[in-house]
C-alpha cells in the first residue's frame, strides 16, 4: 500500500532520546521497515516481564499487513480496490475496518460541506497524482466533467456488513489508513502491557508515556522550505497524535500556476490557497489524519474557523509574500506544551 507521505515530508522528526538502560534492566528497544510505500518505526520501553521484542515487532507487523490487505489502492487484491472495481449499484462484504473507516470519511464530508471526500480517487488519477501514475496535467473540462460523475460520498452506504454503491465510485483511504494503523498498534502495545512508546506510520504518530530518562516524547515541527529546514516548534506529546498533512512537495506546474495533490472535491480540482501545511494533535491517530487533511482542504480561513468551532489543536502554516507566517490556536498550546526555537 503507498500513501502520500504526509509527515515525512512536510518536517516532523522524532527527536533522539536516551537509548542505554539505568540500570534496573529497563531499555529502550526500536524496531522498523517499510510499509505504505514509505516506513514506519516504533521505539518503547521495555520493562521486566513484557515480551520479547521479536514478538513485539511480529504483531506490528501482522497489524501493517492486514491494513495492507484490505486498504491499499496499489494491489489489486485487496478489500478497497476490488469494490472499486465493482460497477454502480453493487454490493461487497467488507472488514469491520473498512466500514468504520468510511463511516469516519462520512463524518467528516458532512462536516466539510463535502469539500473531504473518500472517492477522489478517480480524480487523482485524472489530474496524474493516483496509483497508476499518469502524466501530471490540467484535464479539459469535459474530461473533469465525466470523473465528477464517479466522485461522491453520497453515492456509498452501508448495509450490515456490506459497502454499496449506487454510482461508479472508488474508495482512497489514502487520507486516514496510516492513522488507523497507528491506532491499531497503539492499542495492540497497551494490550502487551507497553505503555511507554512512540508508534509511527508514514509520519503518521501517536506517543505515550516517558522515555527511559523520564523525558517526554518530543517532536520538533519544522519550517518548509525547499533549501533547508528549520525546527519552529517542540511538542512533548504524551497520550496524543499528530499529524501533518502539506501540500508544497507533491504538485506539478503548467503554463505558470502551480497545482498540488490537495483536492476540493466539490470542485474536482487542486486547492489554490496560501495553507501550506496544517499539524493536528487529537488522541486519535485516525482522527488527526483525517482532520489534518481535512483543514488543508478548506484552507486558512474556513480550515480555521473549522478547527476552532470543534476545539481541534491546529498549527497552521500560511505562504505569505515573504516566506511562512505560523498561526496557532489555544487548543493546539494546551495539548501540545510546545517549545519555540
Known sequence: MQV????????????????????????????????????????????AGLPAPAQVRGEVEKILAQVDRQMSTYRSDSDIERFNALPANRCQPMPAPILKLVRVAEQLSEQSAGSYDLTVEPLLNLWGFGPQGRAETVPSAQALAEVQQRVGYQHLRIEGDQLCKDAAVEVDFNSIAAGYAVDTIAARLEALGIHNYLAEATGELKAAGKKLDGSPWRIALEEPRDDRQVAQRILAVDGYSVSTSGDYRNYFEQGGKRYSHTFDARTGAPVSHALASVTVIHPSALMADGLSTLLLILGPVRGWDYAEKHDIGAFFVIRADRGFVIRTNQAFERLSGAETE
Not at 512536510?10 to 505504505?36: K, R, W, Y
Request: proline content about 2%.
Open 4 to 47: 502520500l507521505l504526509k509527515g515525512r515530508l512536510i518536517g516532523m522528526v522524532v527527536l533522539a532520546g536516551v537509548l542505554s538502560g539505568c540500570g534496573n534492566g529497563d531499555s529502550m528497544e526500536s524496531f522498523g521497515g517499510p510499509t505504505m510505500g514509505s516506513t514506519y518505526s516504533v521505539t518503547y520501553l521495555r520493562q
